[in-house]
């Protein structure tokens, strides 16, 4: 008796409806919001009262008698800067001619003979009176780009970035001596430490969210970027565990390799905070910051690692690859941020970090958790080990934390 086979036309022909009707709604929905922003806007009054100005300095570069100021209009009126006063002196400016408009930037020129690590005031006068200032707490000169910035940067950020990472993947071959017991302990103690890159990144958010113009949404970009890599890991998990089991391969690699991405992209923020530091010279380039740089993230090496000990022997060229993925983002960083100081792009990349080590605590969680007799609730799920082993990562963080001289 041969079996009845369905035919799948039906099936297509409602599928095809179904996406019809889909893109009919959201035709007709984007028509009506058009049609009330046109009739709504013209239906309400002007508003009363005077325009609401607002400028926010993004960038400040410096070269010999002369200061260039990156300003954006981070209000919703348009704003023209009439004078500009440096330490109470007026100063010839140019580029400050025609307003801003609402979200748009141009660049302030100003002539003056300022002095190497001197504080100053910049007072921007509006065209309505109101007063704008922004200080400037030591001046230096801004490092012009080039191979030779490059290659500083470059060279800084494999310092504080890859080397670091793979001297503390050297430990992998020690740590697989150890019992089922210390592994949990070690999975642990990488969670505590990527908790604490996370909160310190948040830390740093808040801090340039009060510099941040506001023009871009200030603090909400650190949100954004962590929701965003959130879910893009998420999807990236879910790809890598299919193809593991396709494979057949252990989920320590895969576990592995999303610590090392999360840890990347973390990198990746710290790598452009270390060149806006040095192009404001406000970095103190030395033997101090590499020994600092490096006894704190070695152990983000070791969070790498952690996941591979039940796993089989990975190849050398493996654990170089994971070693390139977490540290070398700190190199793109570096150069980027000695170019750039842009505190919006610094919220955005800083909240990438921030969601990527979320994902992956979430991807270590169930690993930590005790029998099932034990009580309800994250913390009384895990065993005492575990929780002890948090605490230390933490600890260490913190502790080597402090031995970064900026």
């Given at each position: 008796?041969s079996?009845?086979?369905e035919?799948?036309?039906?099936?297509?022909?409602?599928?095809?409806?179904?996406?019809?009707?889909?893109v009919?709604?959201?035709?007709?929905?984007g028509?009506?919001?058009?049609?009330?922003?046109?009739?709504?806007?013209?239906?309400?009054?002007?508003?009363i009262?005077?325009?609401?100005?607002?400028i926010?300095?993004?960038?400040?570069?410096?070269?010999?008698?002369?200061?260039?100021?990156t300003?954006?209009?981070?209000?919703?009126?348009?704003?023209?800067?009439?004078?500009?006063?440096?330490?109470?002196?007026?100063?010839?400016?140019?580029?400050?001619?025609?307003?801003?408009?609402?979200?748009?930037?141009t660049?302030?020129?100003l002539?003056?003979?300022?002095?190497?690590?001197?504080?100053?005031?910049?007072?921007?006068?509006?065209?309505?009176?109101?007063?704008?200032?922004?200080?400037?707490?030591?001046?230096?000169?801004?490092?012009?780009?080039?191979?030779?910035?490059?290659?500083?940067?470059?060279?800084l950020?494999?310092?504080?970035?890859?080397?670091?990472?793979?001297?503390?993947?050297?430990?992998?071959?020690?740590?697989?001596?150890?019992?089922?017991?210390?592994?949990?302990f070690?999975?642990a103690?990488?969670?505590?430490l990527?908790?604490?890159?996370?909160?310190?990144?948040?830390?740093?958010?808040?801090?340039?969210?009060?510099?941040?113009?506001?023009?871009?949404?200030?603090?909400?970009?650190l949100a954004?970027?962590?929701?965003?890599?959130?879910?893009?890991?998420?999807?990236?998990?879910?790809?890598?565990?299919?193809?593991?089991?396709?494979?057949?391969e252990?989920?320590?690699?895969?576990?592995?390799?999303?610590i090392?991405?999360?840890?990347?992209?973390?990198?990746?923020?710290?790598?452009?905070?270390?060149?806006?530091?040095?192009?404001?010279?406000?970095?103190?380039?030395?033997?101090?910051?590499?020994?600092?740089?490096?006894?704190?993230?070695?152990?983000?090496?070791?969070a790498?690692v952690?996941?591979?000990?039940?796993?089989?022997?990975?190849?050398?060229?493996?654990?170089?690859?994971l070693?390139?993925?977490?540290?070398?983002?700190?190199?793109?960083?570096?150069?980027?941020?000695?170019?750039?100081?842009?505190?919006?792009?610094?919220?955005?990349?800083?909240?990438?970090?921030?969601?990527?080590?979320?994902?992956?605590?979430?991807?270590?969680?169930?690993a930590?958790?005790?029998?099932?007799?034990?009580?309800?609730?994250?913390v009384?799920?895990?065993?005492?080990?575990?929780?002890?082993?948090?605490?230390?990562g933490?600890?260490?963080?913190?502790?080597?934390?402090?031995?970064?001289?900026?």
């Amino acid at each position: 008796m041969s079996e009845r086979t369905e035919n799948p036309a039906p099936q297509k022909s409602q599928a095809r409806t179904g996406w019809v009707s889909t893109v009919a709604v959201v035709l007709l929905l984007g028509l009506a919001l058009a049609a009330l922003a046109v009739v709504g806007g013209r239906s309400l009054p002007e508003r009363i009262g005077p325009p609401v100005e607002e400028i926010a300095v993004e960038q400040v570069r410096m070269s010999p008698g002369r200061i260039d100021l990156t300003v954006r209009n981070a209000g919703p009126d348009p704003v023209r800067v009439a004078q500009v006063f440096v330490n109470d002196a007026f100063v010839d400016v140019r580029g400050g001619e025609q307003p801003i408009a609402p979200r748009r930037s141009t660049v302030l020129t100003l002539d003056y003979p300022w002095q190497e690590g001197q504080p100053y005031l910049v007072s921007m006068l509006t065209s309505t009176g109101l007063v704008i200032e922004h200080e400037i707490a030591a001046a230096v000169e801004t490092p012009t780009g080039g191979r030779d910035l490059f290659a500083v940067m470059a060279l800084l950020g494999a310092y504080v970035g890859i080397i670091p990472v793979v001297l503390g993947m050297l430990l992998l071959p020690v740590l697989r001596r150890i019992g089922k017991g210390a592994m949990c302990f070690l999975l642990a103690v990488t969670v505590g430490l990527l908790l604490f890159l996370a909160v310190d990144a948040v830390f740093e958010g808040l801090e340039l969210g009060e510099r941040s113009g506001g023009a871009f949404g200030g603090i909400s970009l650190l949100a954004l970027g962590a929701i965003l890599a959130f879910l893009a890991l998420t999807l990236v998990d879910r790809w890598l565990h299919h193809r593991a089991h396709a494979a057949g391969e252990r989920g320590g690699t895969r576990l592995a390799l999303m610590i090392a991405i999360g840890i990347g992209l973390h990198n990746l923020g710290e790598g452009l905070a270390i060149g806006s530091a040095y192009a404001l010279g406000q970095l103190a380039l030395g033997a101090a910051l590499v020994i600092g740089f490096a006894l704190h993230n070695t152990t983000e090496g070791l969070a790498i690692v952690s996941p591979l000990l039940a796993s089989a022997r990975p190849g050398v060229l493996r654990l170089l690859g994971l070693g390139l993925i977490a540290g070398a983002p700190a190199i793109a960083g570096a150069v980027l941020g000695a170019g750039v100081d842009n505190a919006e792009l610094s919220l955005f990349l800083l909240g990438l970090g921030v969601g990527a080590i979320g994902q992956v605590v979430v991807q270590i969680a169930p690993a930590l958790r005790g029998g099932e007799e034990r009580e309800p609730g994250p913390v009384a799920a895990m065993d005492t080990t575990a929780v002890l082993g948090v605490a230390v990562g933490v600890a260490v963080m913190y502790a080597t934390g402090l031995l970064v001289v900026a």
